[in-house]
Every structure is written in structure tokens, then in C-alpha cells.
């Protein structure tokens, strides 16, 4: 059950991210998306729900590796 909800918890952020990369693909050949005015405002928004989402994604496996000894010396805890 614990794999099943870390598994929905990483799919939100990657979902969020895709839809970030979708908002930006979209300004590029200029198609405004409803509910935002500015072609500029849609790839800002993109933007910072690519970054956000992959932000959290490497977060989260790097915070699972550290736990498990799997990093360089230089980015493992110090006692």
C-alpha cells in the first residue's frame, strides 16, 4: 500500500510538470489556453509548473538515496 501512495505522490508532480511543458509548447505557436489573458503569463505559468514538478521529482529521489547511502560523500548527512 505505501509503494501505491509514493507512486501517486510522484505522478501529481509529473502530471503537473507535462502540463507545464504543454503550456509552453503552446505559447510557442501561439495558442492561448482560456483561462490565461497573455501569451507571456501562459509560458510563465508553464514554466514554473515544469520547474516546480521536476524540482520536486529529483527532490524526492534524492532524498530516497541519501536514506539509502547511494550518494557521493559530499551530499551524504554528516554526523
Same mark, same amino acid.
Given at each position: 500500500?505505501? =509503494?501505491?501512495? /509514493?507512486?501517486?505522490?510522484? %505522478?501529481? #508532480?509529473?502530471? $503537473?510538470?507535462?502540463?507545464?511543458?504543454? $503550456?509552453?509548447?503552446?505559447?510557442?505557436?501561439?495558442? $492561448?489556453?482560456?483561462?490565461? #489573458?497573455? $501569451? /507571456?503569463?501562459?509560458?510563465?505559468?508553464?514554466?514554473?509548473?515544469?520547474?516546480?514538478?521536476?524540482?520536486? %521529482?529529483?527532490?524526492?529521489?534524492?532524498? =530516497?538515496?541519501?536514506? =539509502?547511502? !547511494? %550518494?557521493? !560523500?559530499?551530499?551524504? !548527512?554528516?554526523?
Amino acid at each position: 500500500m505505501s =509503494r501505491i501512495i /509514493a507512486l501517486i505522490i510522484m %505522478v501529481i #508532480p509529473g502530471m $503537473l510538470a507535462a502540463y507545464g511543458i504543454k $503550456l509552453m509548447r503552446d505559447m510557442t505557436f501561439g495558442i $492561448l489556453q482560456p483561462p490565461i #489573458p497573455f $501569451l /507571456a503569463l501562459q509560458f510563465i505559468i508553464g514554466l514554473i509548473l515544469f520547474l516546480g514538478g521536476l524540482a520536486f %521529482v529529483a527532490g524526492f529521489i534524492f532524498y =530516497r538515496d541519501r536514506k =539509502r547511502n !547511494k %550518494v557521493q !560523500k559530499r551530499f551524504s !548527512k554528516s554526523k
